[in-house]
């Protein structure tokens, strides 16, 4: 009789255990549904030099080093064995959006520009508009004041002559306005 104790609490044991490991499977197909539903806050993510229509077009054969890299930017990639050859690489990760690879590259032959490859490069209003696609109903204030609200800020008429504040005056040198004006320091 010493020995079915013992037996009772490892088969309790070994049932508690075969629970928990088909409770483990179960919790898992529930996280994974659960995961799926909620998705996570990606943030848009730009690598890279950007570089616009406008600057591939102001490139010219014959331009030195120093005039491209005041247009392009530093290269985003340079070689020792390609001196060259400067690699501009432009990457974007947006959310729900395919990952966009652009692409160009400036040959020099000694100091001075031979030619541009590369992708076609968008313009900078097109940029613009593709980051500022996810938000196509931009939340713009109604910038209407009703007539008691345009009443508040009113000039007040002067007491004595009856007309409007010193912004009516016949003589705008004799107002009280200061003469010149500086902005406070913050």
Known sequence: MSQ????????????????????CGSFNRTSHRLVDAITPYRIEVVQGNFVSREQVEALRPGMSRE????ILGSPLVTSLFHSDRWDYVFTIRRKGVEIEDKHLTVYFSGFVLE???????????????MLGARNRTPKVPVLEASPEQLERYAPKPD???????????ANPASSAQPRSYYPPLE
């Open 159 to 169: 007491e004595a002559s009856g007309e409007a504040g010193p912004a009516r005056s």
């Open 115 to 129: 030619r541009v490859e590369g992708d076609e490069m968008p313009s900078e209003t097109e940029f613009v508009a």
């Open 67 to 70: 005039q491209v890299r005041n």
């Open 4 to 23: 079915s104790p013992k037996l009772g609490v490892q088969a309790l044991g070994v049932v508690l255990a075969a629970l928990v490991l088909a409770g």
